[in-house]
């Protein structure tokens, strides 16, 4: 799901070789960084005021969402390239080694820098990575998914996002679908929707990690599932790639957006997985 940024508390700018990146900084503290893709700054800006308590906490809007614009907004956005984006964040910012909680396409951004730049992070933690490749069915997700960016490439935007809910295994009845996309709607969120569904959602889900090098790096990987997500096509991964990197899934508060729907019980069990490390 994707949100609309109004929050810019700390906000600043990093200029890369082919973008300028958004990012926000609060508290003080060993470093955090609260990572999505496509979601933006502004998603986990509750989370991040309650961390910043006791941290220094990094927050961003990945390459061509939102507020981080790119020379070429054609280009696709791809694990390594976020991966790449947070390794310079991360290094600009000069308080890591981190911890980085990535959601989503934001965990395969996580996981994708602990591949790339091991010595930037010390914890990843990887909630519910949307990694269809490790799962039996991945031809007639890949399949799914094809259907689902050409339905909303073609103009037909509702009936993209509910092949998108159906293939995702989360239930949501048709008219609250054609309220919440249909009619008017932000600008901007229109346009990092169709970013997602044209540059973006293929390169998160057909992402392979590489589990060799993950499974051997010096810093700690967890995987995270909600509570709320049993069954629904996220969970599926995150558990199908914990039980390849042989280590039990960490549960936390609510469902796929559990951060963003109740961040102070989110915030509660994150402290605790990141402290039992």
Same mark, same amino acid.
């Given at each position: 799901?994707?949100?609309?940024?109004?929050?810019?508390?700390?906000?600043?700018?990093?200029?890369?070789?082919? =973008?300028?990146?958004?990012?926000?900084?609060?508290?003080?503290?060993?470093?955090?960084?609260?990572?999505?893709?496509?979601?933006?700054?502004?998603? #986990?800006?509750?989370?991040?005021?309650?961390?910043?308590?006791?941290?220094?906490?990094?927050?961003?809007?990945?390459?061509?969402?939102?507020?981080?614009?790119?020379?070429?907004?054609?280009?696709?956005?791809?694990?390594?390239?976020?991966?790449?984006?947070?390794?310079?964040?991360?290094?600009?910012?000069? =308080?890591?080694?981190?911890?980085?909680?990535?959601?989503?396409?934001?965990?395969?951004?996580?996981?994708?820098?602990?591949?790339?730049?091991?010595?930037?992070?010390?914890?990843?933690?990887?909630?519910?990575?949307?990694?269809? %490749?490790?799962?039996?069915?991945? %031809?007639?997700?890949? =399949?799914?998914?094809?259907?689902? @960016? =050409?339905?909303?490439?073609?103009?037909?935007?509702?009936?993209?996002?509910?092949?998108?809910?159906?293939?995702?295994?989360?239930?949501?009845?048709?008219?609250?679908?054609?309220?919440?996309?249909?009619?008017?709607?932000?600008?901007?969120?229109?346009?990092?929707?169709?970013?997602?569904?044209?540059?973006?959602?293929?390169?998160?889900?057909?992402?392979?990690?590489?589990?060799?090098?993950?499974?051997?790096?010096?810093?700690?990987?967890?995987?995270?599932?909600?509570?709320?997500?049993?069954?629904?096509?996220?969970?599926?991964?995150?558990?199908?790639?914990?039980?390849?990197?042989?280590?039990?899934?960490?549960? #936390?508060?609510?469902?796929?957006?559990?951060?963003?729907?109740?961040?102070?019980?989110?915030? @509660?069990?994150?402290?605790?997985?990141?402290?039992?490390?």
């Amino acid at each position: 799901m994707l949100t609309n940024a109004t929050d810019t508390a700390g906000a600043r700018t990093l200029k890369v070789s082919d =973008a300028r990146l958004h990012y926000e900084v609060r508290g003080q503290g060993p470093l955090v960084v609260l990572v999505g893709a496509p979601m933006d700054a502004a998603a #986990f800006a509750p989370l991040a005021d309650l961390l910043a308590a006791d941290h220094t906490v990094l927050t961003t809007d990945p390459r061509g969402i939102n507020r981080s614009r790119l020379d070429d907004p054609e280009q696709d956005s791809t694990p390594r390239l976020r991966a790449d984006d947070l390794s310079r964040l991360i290094t600009h910012v000069d =308080a890591g080694p981190a911890v980085v909680v990535g959601s989503s396409g934001g965990a395969v951004s996580a996981l994708a820098l602990a591949q790339a730049h091991p010595e930037l992070v010390h914890t990843v933690i990887a909630h519910e990575p949307p990694l269809i %490749e490790l799962l039996e069915g991945r %031809e007639q997700l890949r =399949a799914g998914t094809e259907e689902v @960016v =050409a339905a909303y490439l073609a103009g037909d935007v509702i009936g993209a996002w509910k092949k998108f809910f159906a293939q995702a295994g989360v239930f949501i009845p048709e008219p609250v679908v054609e309220e919440m996309f249909g009619g008017a709607r932000d600008v901007q969120q229109v346009a990092d929707e169709r970013r997602w569904f044209a540059h973006e959602m293929r390169a998160s889900a057909y992402w392979r990690p590489n589990l060799a090098a993950l499974s051997q790096a010096a810093c700690r990987i967890v995987v995270g599932i909600g509570e709320d997500s049993t069954g629904q096509l996220c969970d599926r991964t995150a558990r199908a790639f914990a039980q390849e990197l042989d280590t039990e899934p960490a549960a #936390f508060p609510g469902g796929h957006t559990g951060f963003v729907d109740n961040p102070d019980a989110f915030a @509660v069990r994150l402290r605790a997985v990141i402290h039992d490390g």
